[in-house]
């Protein structure tokens, strides 16, 4: 392959971290996405690649573009990236969050692994093909995204309903988060190809009483209400249940770690698994945590309402008996709205593209193997897989062994290896051209 993909990714990944694309969840405060769609379209530009910016809304860009394979009667891969990253805050961090500095063999940044990682390394790929007259076997269908952070609302969500022709003859789709490596020994590393995530319900709970005065004897009080009925979905562990995703996955590190597991039990082995353990531990049940509330505008007045957010995220097929169980642990009085669903997603871990990814991580790293795995935070993937395209989360990264990956989302000192970036596109250019 031709280096020069190798060699510009880092500089394409500091260039799009240096765009502050924070998307605070208000469409006020949230900056940045059409800087970073401008500046994928002029790089795309460059190789003489034409793409096209659709605006949800002003600033709230999504840039499409579609790249013809040698055989268009095939059906097209969608290979897609959001650009928005959630907030940093500078005085938390050791540098400067959108300074795309290079320290200690990482490139540190607010978006470094998520995801403008694999947004610079899509762009170098897909960038050396056209410097070199590289036609591949498929159409490539490219996305970056607005909004994925909050919702996917004027992003994903708005593509797909506005703009469907865009993604015509569709089959499958690659994007965040999977293909990351997971150190076993020197000679194996388990690298996690998502193939389903766990579906999200934002609920607001309601409570209602009498208001009054805060001296009195007082019965009928909402925030007593709502502070019983949060607190008890807070403590609230939801039964494990254990998916044909989760199982797959289970079955494939017991033996690569040489533990023994009982899928239907899986908790003590999970615990066992470092790193990943917190990332894992959450696809064997449904979750539901309090997140917001709001109630009151003085000290001595009880107010006659209170609300509370509750982020729940439900297994595949599991949206209904979740609901009905958390029915029962808030009782009748609290009210629950719906302030924002998404299904969960499933596609079966076979077929020649899974195969594809295998081979290419090995290529690149005799020790790879892949496992599929069930994701427990939820990506453009809900609104993509809705055009019935399968969608994987396959963001090739080789990860150093005591990195813990899953801490760098949305976390401080966000950070991506810069070797392991240079990795992932060796591995990305190889799955693309054997896709
Ligand atoms: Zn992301």
Redo the contacts with the bound molecule.
């Keep these: 392959m031709n280096t020069s993909a190798v060699d510009e990714v880092v500089g394409l990944c500091q260039d799009l971290l240096r765009i502050d694309t924070t998307n605070t969840g208000d469409p006020r405060t949230t900056v940045g996405e059409r800087v970073a769609a401008e500046y994928v379209a002029e790089k795309l530009a460059d190789a003489g690649i034409e793409s096209r910016l659709l605006e949800s809304a002003p600033t709230r860009a999504n840039l499409v573009a579609r790249i013809p394979g040698a055989d268009r009667s095939r059906g097209a891969l969608l290979v897609h990236g959001?650009l928005d990253v959630v907030p940093a805050d500078k005085r938390e961090w050791s540098v400067d969050p959108f300074s795309g500095e290079i320290k200690d063999g990482y490139l540190w940044g607010r978006g470094a692994v998520?995801?403008k990682d694999f947004d610079a390394m899509v762009l170098a790929v897909v960038r050396d093909w056209h410097r070199t007259g590289y036609v591949p076997p498929r159409d490539i269908v490219l996305a970056y995204t607005a909004d994925?952070?909050a919702g996917m609302e004027y992003g994903s969500q708005w593509l797909v309903q506005n703009h469907a022709a865009e993604f015509e003859g569709a089959t499958e789709a690659i994007g965040?988060?999977g293909g990351y490596s997971y150190t076993v020994n020197d000679n194996l590393r388990l690298y996690l190809v998502q193939t389903a995530e766990k579906g999200l319900d934002w609920l607001r709970l309601h409570a209602s009483g009498r208001p009054g005065h805060g001296s009195f004897i007082h019965d009928d009080n909402a925030v007593t209400a709502l502070a019983e009925a949060v607190a008890a979905v807070g403590r609230h562990r939801f039964p494990v249940v254990v998916t044909p995703t989760v199982r797959a996955f289970l079955e494939q590190i017991s033996e690569a770690l040489h533990i023994d597991l009982d899928p239907d039990d899986p908790e003590l082995a999970i615990a066992k698994l470092g790193p990943i353990a917190n990332l894992i531990g959450a696809t064997i049940r449904n979750t539901a945590n309090p997140t917001r509330l709001e109630a009151g505008y003085k000290d001595n007045v009880i107010p006659g309402k209170a609300s509370a957010t509750i982020d729940c995220r439900t297994l595949p097929g599991e949206a209904e008996s979740f609901l009905a169980e958390l029915r029962d642990i808030i009782g009748p009085d609290v009210e629950i709205e719906h302030v924002h669903r998404q299904p969960a997603v499933e596609t079966e871990f076979g077929g020649p593209l899974v195969e594809a990814m295998g081979a290419a991580l090995r290529a690149e790293d005799p020790g790879a193997r892949t496992v599929p795995y069930l994701m427990s935070g939820g990506?453009d993937a809900k609104a993509f897989s809705t055009l019935g395209i399968r969608c994987f989360g396959f963001a090739p990264l080789q990860l150093p062994p005591d990195l813990n990956f899953a801490a760098l989302?949305h976390g401080i000192d966000e950070r991506v290896p810069v070797e392991g970036l240079k990795f992932g596109v060796r591995v990305l250019d190889r799955l693309l051209r054997n896709s």
């Design positions: 959001h998520d995801m994925e952070e965040e988060v990506t989302f």
